[in-house]
């Protein structure tokens, strides 16, 4: 695999970055995951805009310029011939050489990192046909969730809790409300209305929300912005996921509780094609 490292394409063996990079000793970094299809960014310019928006709410430089950075995914995925798959990318502080909780100067240049995963099959799906099991867990992160960093150890323990638990995922809770998932956001649906979340610091502002928002409206389906409990969703007619990497992934069981009939039901495998067409249509 070739990646991307502060200016340079190399084999990933090759590449490398200071132990004393701030992204590696603090979580001092950000990131974004973009997915591609047909060889072709979804979904691209939310996530750059996210991505300038999180550098700005930590105060870091950014890297380069935007037509810089699609230039560099669009180089990654050719020289990766990717066809269905994901570019992570991931901005750090960078480091001074050494480890000080105080941020070094403006001298100090942020890290950039780029690499692709191939994932055949991230389309067609066969897990968005079967629908994720999941369970609920406290929601212990801290509380600037709307800022991408890579500050992931909990969600990471939350989904092992949810692995060792014979389920594929976990939805967080706060005061008995449901926050997002580890790594998407939550949505339940009763008596066809589509009921998610409100954006604010407590939720990560997906960009796929965005986009299954904005088309569930198009096709006429009732969305209500607002908190709901896990109590809720537990007898709720279904519930889905969204995430730039599994798009909207239907929930069929929470904490052992079957939703509906215990299969996806109609609302999110119709928003996952809606959503897959239109990305495919809209991919650069
Ligand atoms: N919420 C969290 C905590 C996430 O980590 C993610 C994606 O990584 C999302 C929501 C979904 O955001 P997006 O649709 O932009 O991938």
Not at 66 to 89: C, F
Request: a negative charge; aromatic letters at 8%; one cysteine or more.
């Amino acid at each position: 695999r070739t990646v991307y490292v502060n200016g340079q394409y190399l084999p990933e063996e090759d590449a490398n970055v200071s132990i004393f990079d701030r992204g590696f000793l603090f979580a001092d970094a950000v990131y974004e995951v973009t997915s591609v299809l047909d060889g072709k960014l979804i979904a691209y310019d939310g996530h750059v805009e996210r991505l300038w928006r999180s550098l700005k709410e930590l105060d870091m430089a950014a890297p380069c310029t935007p037509d810089e950075l699609l230039e560099i995914h669009r180089e990654l995925v050719s020289r990766n011939g990717i066809d269905e798959g994901l570019v992570y990318l991931q901005v750090s502080r960078g480091s001074d050489g050494d480890r000080d909780f105080v941020f070094p100067g403006a001298e100090t240049k942020p890290t950039l990192v780029l690499f692709t995963q191939n994932k055949p099959g991230l389309a067609d799906n066969p897990a968005a046909k079967k629908g994720a099991k999941i369970i609920s867990v406290d929601d212990i992160r801290w509380g600037r969730r709307d800022i991408k960093t890579v500050q992931l150890l909990y969600p990471s323990m939350a989904k092992m809790m949810a692995k060792a638990a014979g389920c594929d995922d976990a939805w967080l809770i706060e005061d008995g409300h449901v926050t997002e998932g580890t790594s998407n956001n939550a949505y339940i649906v009763k008596g066809g209305k589509i009921i998610t979340r409100p954006l604010s610091n407590d939720i990560l502002h997906g960009i796929t929300r965005e986009a299954v928002l904005r088309f569930a409206a198009e096709a006429q389906m009732e969305v209500e912005e607002r908190l709901f409990t896990i109590d809720e969703a537990k007898e709720a007619d279904e519930a889905f996921t969204t995430s730039a990497s599994a798009f909207v992934m239907p929930v069929v069981e929470i904490d052992g509780v079957a939703l509906g009939d215990g299969a996806p039901g109609s609302v999110a495998p119709r928003l996952r094609e809606i959503y897959i067409d239109e990305m495919r249509k809209s991919a650069i």
